[in-house]
Every structure is written in structure tokens, then in C-alpha cells.
């Protein structure tokens, strides 16, 4: 498989650079403001552009991170970011929430997703600002709904326990499936809103105590011996319906793990011949129905996340056309734990002819850019 999917991607090769439209959504100014932001997500409904993100006071998935909303009417000009979900209270202190992606439904109704989890009282006890991906409880999915944009739902359970790399996006039977790390679950609801079943790369000997967030994927590394913990899924679907998830393996490649019913079962992951400089990363199709990549694979200097680069494929397999985004640098202005990388967690979207893609600077920042297809 690793010769099947390949972005015959050369570092030092010169690259087209794509005219793009850059704006800022959210840089804080003073070091007293909230100033992490990261896992941005943008969406289209009812003729705006909708844009959430996690906002923390200073550190990476720290005690009581919440979840900012933005929205824009013409792209150029976006709303004053404000909570969509404010801290939360847990059990011992406060939650840890990560915004998660958008479903629109028949853009009659929004659904915003986040994951959600709480630090155990035994480290807390420890005074450390954030334990490091460890000691993790109450993992579980939730939503909040609005028919207009405006007035939002109090959050849903979806009892999912799972902090998804990615929201929905749909099969062309209408399935939808999450992107996780090692999870990715599957409806057939067209709301969104219920009927998830857990499915995944997981052994069945965990299938009861699974949890997918950020400290579970390694402990399902250990269990099934693999050379890298996965994480951070996105997916596209294949012209035969073979449903293609590549995932991050903090290693200089991506991995890859295949569906043939409908994302029910998945294939043992594979390592692929997809350079990755250990990010997230996004899939999709564009309308004339070939495949793109939007991510940062320049695979060293490992963290600096740069450049962005659009790929594009014919066949799904080899992603051979290659154009900058951005390789603008960006300095970090505040201090903050697991900060860094310039063009962090892309997120992207196809409508009206432009590709819109969201992303963080340095963990700081949030901003959107978009292209025009034509030409491509």
C-alpha cells in the first residue's frame, strides 16, 4: 500500500504559489487575553460563513478551554469571536472542550460539535498546568443546534466517547462518518444527531473501555504493536466506494486504513508513501471530482508546519500537482505549553467556487484564506 498512495512530494522542488485572500479572525493583542487557539472549522449555512475554533487561556487543552464562534456574511468582514460554549464545570474542576467540526442539514439547521473531557483529581493534585495527554476521563461528544445562526441549543449528549479529529462528512449513500484518531463512527441519520455506532481500528477486546481523544490512541498503539501511534484521521471516497482514511503517525509519513461497507469495518492500518510533517491535515473532493489534500508535507523541520501546500489527484492514489498556500512565517508572541507551527490544523470548504481553507498560527491565531478553483 505504501506504493499505492504517494504525493510524490520533492521539499525541494519550486513550487506555483496560489493567489489567495488572507483574513484574520482572532489575534489576541495582550498576554491577560485567552491567547491559545487552535482545531479550527468552517462551514457554509444559510448564506454565511461559519467559523469555531478551541480557545484556551494560555496552554494547549488546559482546564477550561472553550469553544469561539465567528461569522461572516461576505468573507471579508467577521463578527467579534464570542463563545459558542463557555467553561465548563466537570467533576473536579473544569472540562477541557475542543471544538469538532459542523454538519449542515439540509441548511435548515447547523449542528457545531465538540469533544469534551476532564483531567482525574490525581494530577490535578500534582499543580502541573496540564498533564500531557494523560489521565483523561468523561471523553464524550456533544452538540449544540441553531436554525438560524443565531440562537443555539443547550449542548446534547451524543454518547459517542470520542474528541473527533473532524464533524461529519457524508458517503454518497448519505452515511455519515467522523474522522477520529483511532475510532471513527458512522450513521445513518441525516441530523446528526443520533444513531452513531463506534467502529474503528481498535481490537474488539477493547470495544467496551474505548475512548478516542488524545491519550487513548497510544495506549491502542501499545496493544496492537504498532510502529506508530495514529491519530487524526481524514477521509475521502474512492470511485468503487472504498471509503480511505490516511492518518497522522508523527513519523515523517502518513498511514492509511480502507473501508469497503460503508466505513462498518476497516482494513489493518498500512503505511503510505504521503509525506506528512506530523499535523493535521484535510481531504476532500473538488467539483470536477478530483481529489485534494490540504496540509503541510514538507516532513522536516518536524512542528514548523510549513508550507501549506493544496495537492491535487486524478485517481486518489497519486497526489502529483502541488501548490503553496501560504509559507508566510509567524512568530509565537506568548508563552504557552505545546505551541508552535505556522500554518496549524487545516480545515477546508468548497462552495461558490473558492476553496476556503481555516487554520491557526502558532496555536495563537486564527485565520482563513480562500482560492478560486477555476484554473486550477
Request: charged letters at 25%; proline letters at 6%.
Amino acid at each position: 500500500m505504501q506504493r499505492m498512495i504517494t504525493n510524490c512530494y520533492d521539499p525541494t522542488a519550486v513550487r506555483p504559489k496560489l493567489n489567495v485572500e488572507f483574513v484574520s479572525l482572532y489575534s489576541p493583542v495582550l498576554e491577560s487575553e485567552w491567547t491559545f487557539s487552535h482545531h479550527p472549522h468552517i462551514a457554509f449555512f444559510q448564506k454565511k460563513l461559519y467559523a469555531i475554533w478551541s480557545n484556551g487561556r494560555m496552554n494547549e487543552d488546559d482546564m477550561g478551554q472553550r469553544v469561539l464562534i465567528s461569522v461572516s456574511g461576505d468573507f471579508y468582514n467577521w463578527s467579534a469571536p464570542v463563545p459558542l460554549v463557555d467553561s465548563l464545570m466537570g467533576k473536579h474542576s473544569e472540562l477541557v472542550l475542543t471544538a469538532a467540526g459542523f454538519h449542515c442539514f439540509n441548511d435548515e439547521r447547523l449542528v457545531a460539535y465538540f469533544g469534551q473531557y476532564e483531567y482525574k483529581p490525581e494530577y490535578l493534585e500534582k499543580g502541573e498546568r496540564k498533564p500531557v495527554d494523560e489521565g483523561h476521563m468523561e471523553t464524550c461528544l456533544r452538540a449544540v443546534t441553531s436554525s438560524d445562526g443565531k440562537v443555539w441549543s443547550t449542548p446534547l449528549d451524543l454518547h459517542v466517547p470520542i474528541v473527533p479529529n473532524h464533524g461529519p462528512a457524508a458517503l454518497s449513500s448519505g452515511r455519515l462518518i467522523i474522522s477520529g484518531n483511532t475510532m471513527f463512527p458512522y450513521t445513518d441519520d441525516p441530523s446528526g444527531l443520533a444513531g452513531w455506532k463506534k467502529t474503528g481500528i481498535y481490537p474488539e477486546s477493547m470495544a467496551d473501555e474505548i475512548y478516542d481523544d488524545s491519550e487513548s490512541f497510544r495506549k491502542v498503539k501499545e496493544r496492537m504493536a504498532w510502529a506508530a501511534g495514529l491519530c487524526e484521521g481524514s477521509f475521502y471516497e474512492m470511485g468503487d466506494g472504498t471509503v480511505r482514511m490516511l492518518l497522522r503517525s508523527n513519523t515523517e509519513r502518513l498511514w492509511v486504513t480502507e473501508s469497503r461497507d460503508g466505513g462498518e469495518t476497516w482494513t489493518s492500518p498500512e503505511v503510505t508513501g504521503f509525506t506528512d510533517n506530523c499535523t493535521k491535515f484535510h481531504f476532500g473532493r473538488l467539483p470536477d471530482g478530483r481529489y485534494y489534500y490540504v496540509g503541510c508535507p514538507d516532513p522536516v523541520p518536524i512542528g514548523r508546519r510549513n508550507p501549506l501546500v493544496l495537492s491535487l489527484s486524478a485517481d486518489g492514489n497519486m497526489f502529483d500537482r502541488h501548490y503553496i498556500l501560504g509559507d508566510e512565517s509567524f512568530g509565537q508572541k506568548f508563552p504557552g505549553l505545546h505551541k508552535g507551527g505556522d500554518y496549524g490544523y487545516p480545515h477546508s470548504l468548497i462552495h461558490d467556487g473558492y476553496l476556503y481553507i481555516i487554520f491557526s498560527i502558532q496555536k495563537e491565531r486564527v485565520a482563513v484564506i480562500r482560492t478560486a478553483i477555476e484554473g486550477l
